[in-house]
C-alpha cells in the first residue's frame, strides 16, 4: 500500500513540477460547491492530492517594510484568539508571510496551501516558534519515509509544543530547510536556532514554508499560522467570511483592503480555496490578513456586477472580524467579551 502511495506521489510531483512551469496567472473566482462554511473539522482523507508545493519564482519583499517588535507570546485580547507562537524568523529578517500566497492559497487546480511562504536568504537561520520536542527532523515529513530525498517538504523540522489549545496538541512544521539543526526527540525553546532556509523539496527559491497543526500531526490539520502568530506591536490582524446570497462560502475570491487615508499600500488577497484547509474553530473564516497597523481600512469588492464596500478599524495588538453575505451585504461580528482564560492549555500527550 505504501510503496502504491509513494508510486503516485512521484508520478504527482512531476505533474506539479511541470504546473508550476505553466501557471502564470491567478484562478478565476468560483462559488464553492457545497463546501461547509466554518465547520472545525478537518477535510476528508479522500480529498485529491494532498500535496502542497509552492510558486515558481519568488518576488523578494523588501526589507524596508519595517515592522514594529512583536507582543509577548502568548498573545490575545479576547478569549477566542491564540497568538501563542513568537515568529520563526528574526526581527533582522523577513519575518512575515509571503503577501501573494498565503494560507488556503489554490494552484494547480486543487492543490492548497497548508502554510505560509516565508522568504529569506539561503542560510538564515530558522527559530523554534514556541518550546516543545522535536518530533521530526531530515527528510522524509509528507512521505513518512525517512531520507526520502523526493520528499516535497525537502528537509523538515516538526515541534510537538509543551502547549495546546482547548485540549487539543499544537505542533509546528518548519519546510525546505537548506541545514537541520535539531535532533529527534530534543526539547527546543523558544527562538532556538532548529535550521537554516534552503530550497528543498518542492520549491523554487529560497523560503521556510511554515505550519501550525491542532488535534494531529497530519497535512489534513494545518490552521492559518496568521492567526497563531504574534502580531507586531500597535498592529493588528483582518479576519473576514465572505458567503454568497445563500450563504456558501466564496472560495478565491478577491477582495481589496485599502488603507485610509489613501497613500499606504493596497491589498488584494483572495479567500480560501477548497482543499485541505481548516477555518478557525471560532472565527471561521476564509480571509485573514495580518500584520496591518492600527487604522481605518476600506474593504472592497465585487459581487453580482455590484461594487461593495465597507469599513473596518484595526485595532493595537487585536483581531477585526468582517463577514459579507450576499445580497445582505457585509457586517461587523460580535464584538468579543475579553476575559482571562486565553492561555495555552497544558500539553496533550497524543505522541507526534
Ligand atoms: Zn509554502
Redesign the pocket.
Known amino acids: 500500500m505504501k510503496r502504491i502511495r509513494l508510486a503516485l506521489i512521484n508520478v504527482l510531483i512531476v505533474l506539479m513540477v511541470s504546473a508550476c512551469m505553466a501557471i502564470d496567472s491567478e484562478p478565476t473566482p468560483v462559488i464553492a460547491n457545497g463546501q461547509q462554511a466554518g465547520a472545525w473539522s478537518v477535510a476528508p482523507k479522500s480529498t485529491p492530492l494532498p500535496l ?1 508545493f ?1 510558486l515558481p519564482t519568488f518576488v523578494p519583499e523588501p526589507i524596508s517594510n519595517w515592522r514594529p517588535p512583536l507582543y509577548p507570546v502568548p498573545w490575545a485580547i479576547s478569549p477566542y484568539d491564540h497568538f501563542y507562537f513568537t515568529r520563526p524568523m528574526s526581527a533582522d529578517n523577513v519575518n512575515w508571510p509571503l503577501s501573494y500566497y498565503r494560507y488556503g492559497s489554490i494552484f494547480f487546480d486543487n492543490i492548497v ?1 497548508t ?1 505560509v ?1 516565508i522568504p529569506n536568504d539561503r542560510g538564515t537561520p530558522i527559530l523554534a516558534a514556541g518550546p516543545g520536542t522535536v518530533v521530526w527532523a531530515g527528510w522524509g515529513f509528507f512521505t513518512e519515509a525517512p531520507l526520502n530525498r523526493d520528499d516535497p517538504y525537502g528537509q523538515v523540522v516538526a515541534i510537538k509544543h509543551d502547549f495546546g489549545y482547548r485540549g487539543q496538541q499544537l505542533y509546528t512544521v518548519y519546510a525546505h530547510m537548506e541545514a537541520v539543526n535539531a535532533t529527534l526527540g530534543q526539547w527546543v525553546k523558544t527562538g532556538d536556532v532548529i535550521g537554516y532556509v534552503g530550497s528543498t523539496g518542492i520549491s523554487t527559491g529560497p523560503h521556510l ?1 511554515f505550519e501550525v497543526r491542532l488535534g494531529e500531526n497530519t497535512f489534513y490539520h494545518t490552521f492559518n499560522p496568521e492567526l497563531w502568530m504574534a502580531p507586531p506591536q500597535g498592529w493588528g490582524v483582518l479576519i473576514g467570511l465572505i458567503m454568497d446570497e445563500e450563504g456558501q462560502t466564496l472560495n478565491r475570491y478577491p477582495v481589496e483592503i485599502r488603507p485610509e487615508p489613501e497613500g499606504k499600500p493596497v491589498r488584494t488577497i483572495k479567500t480560501y480555496g477548497h482543499g485541505a484547509t481548516n477555518p478557525d474553530p471560532y472565527y471561521k473564516e476564509n480571509i485573514v490578513l495580518s500584520d496591518l497597523p492600527a487604522g481605518i481600512y476600506k474593504i472592497n469588492l465585487e459581487y453580482d456586477d455590484k461594487r461593495e464596500q465597507f469599513w473596518v478599524e484595526i485595532f493595537p495588538g487585536q483581531v477585526t472580524y468582517f463577514s459579507y453575505h450576499g445580497e445582505e451585504g457585509f457586517s461587523h461580528g460580535p464584538v468579543a467579551t475579553p476575559r482571562l482564560d486565553f492561555l495555552p492549555s497544558q500539553s496533550i500527550d497524543s505522541g507526534p
Open positions: 502542497r509552492d496551501h502554510g511562504d514554508h
